[in-house]
């Protein structure tokens, strides 16, 4: 029998706790153990950031974090952003077509738009970096993390999408 | 009550749920009881296996099963060729789903191994002895040719998996042309890479036979005609269910063995199987793009007309016949060679080659990527050839608007377009003269920036079926839908297209609001199923919307017709009395006295007192087979610059007229064609599979691989024209491969345009900067004269 290790962490505002393999990475715990399929694996050399979500408010790589690493962490992923203006402005600008690395653009985007506001467009998609999207270009990533810094400083509350948008 | 919604940024109604983390993608099903098959793949491209020992495996923890090739062989069929070109000689070479005697590439697979979990299966791949006998491998098509080469195939001899050839005769325009213009180029092998990778979930039912296959496809009815055959399951009872597919790009149209192989477990065992591929697997595994040497001679005059165009090229297929693989470097690619030029007389030649690499398939554009850049290359060379300017010599011999409907020298009739007033948006936007002027003297400065010219066409929305039979893909090009208005007025659409990205379910509620008169949030679009839908044949091609949207005009149509029967009935009026707008019915001239469509449907379903001959229930269906295919056109511009000491270039503007016909959802649209930029960016710039000289992938990560990145691009800037396609209900041409079609020539005639002060004419694609820099060096000593 493998031996199991202890967690215990908060998720989406969550106390979940649980035992896992020490070799159990974030991402597969997350998926698999909690069933919080949102979060995506795209590759397996932690490249691609489709699997992104916040941990202590810093995004990081779900496929790079070992469970345990996790243990006492405060982990958000997709399904805690439920409502946030990041998700309207992706919905609005276009920001996705397949929808599979869009759980972790939208965490990355939450950590530009509340970490990094002022940043120009070059800088956004440098901020990108640690993302792949097949489908978008980027194009419509980068003007949905602009819209919704343009949100947030509006102060717009965080209601239902806009049918029909003139972007 | 709704207003007009056809041509409207409309946000997509499948958002939602994706970017609340709640889609739910063949990886995300969990069953109870569920194992997890892992596959072990040779790490030799070329052997044949002496022995396999399992029986360490069969022992490790968690382990339920392995199979091997021996063990499967004469218990399933083998992986199928669905693409037959006529005249092709084409070698049907045997691919069975494990290898049981032979391995032809890196990543064939050897065994399978089904246990509790997925660590267990993948660790038990590791006990698995095999002795492998290695032998030659090759992975280059024209090495492949070559007389000492490596036979892969007994039954394929000299590795000539097709030989084909189509067009007009042009030795006599050769004979007589003032100018001949020769080219070799090489289109690299490219991997699809969709984000989300391949995956499959197969749960058997014992008691009553059946088979439900949650499978990563862009087509799920056809998977069910080829699983059906291979495992034996009567289509009745096998249900394939791709409802979240993320993203395809032509990687997923293909029939695998592995999630055949999860179902064969499934039913084997009595226990539900998943299998999901690792990204690295994707890179072995998953059908590759591209892959061509393609020998252009370009015939033409000296003030600029182009006489005659003759194309021999050398496809690699890699070690088996994929799906679609045949078509792909034969019908998609060697009809429309010419491009968007009236060119009276055109040959092409086509060699597939079987070579110890991953079998090759369609990948984004599919045939027309690999034929647009070769026309547009060597529309840029005979350019420099004749001293002209590449747009003027563009603006020679683009097909005029009074040509359409134009015959091709290869046959295909060009449904409508003008492709002058495309380019001339383009060229306005651009401000061309302004940006020549800057280019000189920047060159003054030492520095060089380049533009390049694309002016694309290509075809999609294949059709009609007859078209498909006489070009020998083995199925229909129809697509189905069904449209249901419940007896409360709401709608559910079913359609046999399978998108998985492209926004079907917003486009194709568009189409229905606008015609039935409801409210976006009141329709909803199914696809993805084949418990639901009766039959389609999936989306790839450009078709979708194209194909499948036509099915959809109809059988709205049809439920317009019949609820307009219903209607004169409640109003007691003659039917051809009544006019429908936005979902009333009304007496022609009355609009004070009307019912509603909810009000129809409602009686509809009553059947209290319905017409004499009209039966209960408003639903209709309509199979659409298009008349011909759709010929989407363009322009793209690519602005670049190229830093002479480091060979880096930079994407500085990228300009992209299109045209589609009329646009459904702009926002839509536009998503298509960036997306489509990229990846075509991407093939010009960053990517490309490398083979070392044993075979093995040396790009087989996402550290290896270059994919594209936000930073590479600078905003995109867009604009269209629009010209309807009369091969259609709705006139929509296509768009979801135009972007990749049109951007890599352009982008690669930009850096050539730059580099010509260093004499440099052409270069292999992908642009690197060791590349590029490489190339600066060793041309004229690395200075400008």
Known sequence: ?167 | MSGKVMGTRVVRKEDARLTTGRGRYTEDVQLPGMLYAAMLRSPHAHAVIEHVDVSEAERMPGVVKVYTGRDLKGRMGPIPTAWIPPNSDLKMVEHPALAHQHVRYVGDGVAMVVASSRSEAEDALEAIRVDYRPLPAVHSPLAALEKDAPQIHEDAPDNVALHWTVGTPVEEAFRKAEVVVKRRFRQQRLIPNPMEPRSAVAQYNASTGEMTLWATTQNPHIHRVLVSGILGIPEHKLRIVATDVGGGFGAKIACYADEILAAYAARDLERPVKWTESRSEHFLTTTHGRDHVDEVELAGTRDGRVTALRVKSYANLGAYLSTAAPGVPTILFGLIVNGAYDIPYASTEVIGVFTNTTPVDAYRGAGRPEATYLIERIMDAYAQEIHMDPVQVRQKNLIKKDQFPYTNPFGLTYDSGDYHQALDRALAKLDYPALRREQEALRRQNKYIGIGFSTYVEMCGLGPSEVAGAVGFQGGLWESALVRVHPGGKVTVFTGASPHGQGEETTFAQIVADRLGLPMEDIEVVHGDTDRIAMGWGTYGSRTTAVGGGALARATDRVIAKAKTIAAHMLEVPEGAVEVEQGRFHPEGQTDRSVTIQEVTLQAYLAWNLPPEVEPGLEASAFYDPTNFTYPFGAHVAVVSVDPETGEVRLLRYIAVDDCGPVINPMIVEGQIHGGIAQGVGQALYEGAIYDEDGQLVTGSFLDYAMPKARFFPRLELDHTVTPSPHNPLGVKGVGETGTIASTPAVVNAVIDALAPFGITDLEMPLTPPRVWEAITQSKGGRVS
């Open chain 1, 1 to 167: 029998m493998t031996e199991r290790l202890s967690i215990r962490m908060m998720v989406n505002g969550q106390t979940v706790a649980g035992q896992v393999e020490p070799r159990t990475l974030l991402a597969y715990y997350l998926r698999d153990d909690l069933g919080l399929t949102g979060t995506h694996i795209g590759c397996d050399t932690s490249q691609c950031g489709a699997c992104t979500v916040l941990m202590d408010g810093a995004p990081v790589k779900s496929c790079t974090v070992l469970a345990v690493q996790a243990d006492q962490c405060h982990i958000t992923t997709v399904e805690g952003l439920a409502s946030d203006r990041v998700q309207r402005a992706f919905q609005e600008a276009h920001g996705l077509q397949c929808g599979f690395c869009t759980p972790g653009a939208l965490m990355l985007s939450k950590w530009i738009v509340e970490q990094r506001p002022s940043s120009s467009e070059t800088e956004i998609r440098d901020l990108l970096d640690g993302l792949i999207c097949r489908c978008t270009g980027y194009e419509n990533i980068v003007k949905a993390v602009q819209r919704a810094v343009r949100m947030a400083e509006e102060d717009a509350p965080e209601t239902a999408v806009g049918r029909e948008v003139s972007s």
